[in-house]
């Protein structure tokens, strides 16, 4: 089976500006999950989707969303950007939400 | 707060020597997961030990798990130079997952 993949994997955004992440979940994933991994806070829950509903979500401001649709694949989005976002963000997906595949992540970059 | 913490931070050890690095985690769990993260990629998951199991073992890799003290540890055997890498602990506390710090181990050749 193919594995997580996410794009883009790089991206320069200017403040203030919103984007969206996309990630593509190994074939009969339901479950994706978003993380934001940075040097000081270490790896941080965002948000799980399992069959196309928000089953859980961690402690981020609501300028961080995401969707997933019918075909498992997730959208993560970011609106009005803050220095603060510059991170890398990782999507892993899972059966049932237990072992996770991660993806290669998106190197996010707010200036 | 972060659910989990691993100890030590930074692990430098031979080719050959053992590696271990320990978890400590805040709340009850379903089950502990291992990952390793080579610069800054993704990560790969090495062992799940769910929490009605005290060891477990994959290849050269020993983990155990202590619910009455909430910890954790993971046993590299026989460490390689490919064996360099930060490994995380993960609690799956039901609702989320939470990573723990992460310990920078550098296997020298």
């Known amino acids: 089976k193919a594995g997580v993949t996410q794009t883009p994997r790089y991206l320069i955004k200017t403040r203030g500006q919103q984007v969206t992440l996309s990630c593509s979940p190994i074939s009969g994933h339901r479950s994706v999950s978003w993380y934001q991994q940075t040097p000081g806070q270490g790896l941080q829950f965002l948000f799980e989707y399992f069959s196309e509903t928000q089953r859980n979500k961690g402690n981020f401001p609501g300028r961080f969303s995401g969707r997933q649709f019918s075909n498992s694949r997730s959208e993560m989005n970011v609106s009005t950007l803050e220095l603060g976002d510059s991170a890398l963000y990782l999507c892993?997906?899972?059966?049932?939400?237990?072992?996770?595949?991660f993806g290669p992540g998106t190197r996010l970059t707010v200036t | 707060s972060q659910q989990g913490e691993e100890d030590p931070q930074a692990l430098s050890i031979q080719e050959g020597e053992n590696a271990t690095m320990n978890c400590s985690y805040k709340?009850?769990?379903?089950?502990l997961q291992w990952y390793r993260q080579n610069s800054g990629r993704g990560l790969v998951h090495l062992i799940l030990i769910r929490s009605n199991e005290r060891e477990k073992h994959s290849g050269r890799l020993r983990v155990t798990l202590d619910t009455s003290k909430k910890s954790s540890s993971l046993l590299i055997t026989a460490s390689r130079a490919a064996d360099t890498a930060s490994y995380f602990c993960?609690?799956?506390?039901?609702?989320?997952?939470?990573f723990g710090t992460g310990t920078s181990l550098t296997v020298i050749p």
């Open positions: 709340t009850s769990i379903n089950n």
């Open positions: 892993a997906s899972s059966t049932y939400g237990d072992e996770q595949y």
């Open positions: 993960a609690t799956d506390a039901g609702n989320q997952f939470y």
